[in-house]
Nanobody, 115 residues
């Protein structure tokens, strides 16, 4: 299985920005796409963005226009640029394959949006 390590989270004020990174130990695109997911306290994990090997990106409605997913396939790394962050974006963010996972879920990276 591929190991996934997320980083880049932190505490940011509303309107701020963060860039998350996901480093994979091997090939990421077994199922065709890689995704960024998030899980807020008491909520189920949800997919917020995904990207194919060809660079086609799809976003969950609430993050459209604010988040941008990208990848460096040579480095087996996926990024999530998050702008204009809102308190409701507070969650632990994870990366994994889509629609099937490519590795065990990592520790994730905490994003907290608060004034």
């Amino acid at each position: 299985q591929v190991q996934l390590v997320e980083s880049g989270g932190g505490l940011v004020q509303p309107g701020g920005s963060l860039r998350l990174s996901c480093a994979a130990s091997g090939s990421m695109y077994r199922f065709g796409a890689m995704g960024w997911y998030r899980q807020a306290p008491g909520q189920q994990r949800e997919l917020v963005a995904r990207i194919t090997t060809g660079g086609r990106a799809v976003y969950e409605e609430s993050v459209k226009g604010r988040f941008t997913i990208s990848s460096d396939n040579a480095k087996n790394t996926v990024y999530l640029q998050m702008n204009n962050l809102k308190p409701e974006d507070t969650a632990v963010y994870y990366c994994n394959g889509w629609p099937g996972i490519v590795g065990s879920w990592g520790q994730g990276t905490q994003v907290t949006v608060s004034s």
